[in-house]
C-alpha cells in the first residue's frame, strides 16, 4: 500500500487530506509540523510526502534534509498557505 505523510499546521486541511487520500485507497497519517512527523518518518516505507511548512517553521529545511539523506526516493511536495507579494 502506498504512504503518504500530510504536514498541515491548519487541523481541517489536514484532516481533509488525509481522508480524501484514504477514500483513493491510500494509507495516510496527518500531522500538524515537521518535528511530530519524525518518528513516522524513521519507521520508513513512506512513498510520498504532502507538507505545508512555513519558512518561519525552524526545523522545515531540516527535515526535508534529513527525509532526503535517509529517504532518498520518498517524494516530497511542498506549499505554503503565506502568500508572499513582496517585491525587490
Known sequence: MVKI???DS???MRRW???ALAK???EA???D???PA???VARGGIDLVVAELPASEPDSKGFVDRLRGEHGTTKVILSSAL???RTP
Open 5 to 7: 505523510l500530510v504536514i
Open 10 to 12: 491548519d487541523p481541517s
Open 17 to 19: 487530506l488525509a481522508e
Open 24 to 26: 483513493l485507497g491510500l
Open 29 to 31: 497519517e496527518g500531522f
Open 33 to 35: 509540523a515537521a518535528e
Open 38 to 40: 519524525a518518528e513516522w
Open 83 to 85: 502568500a508572499a507579494s
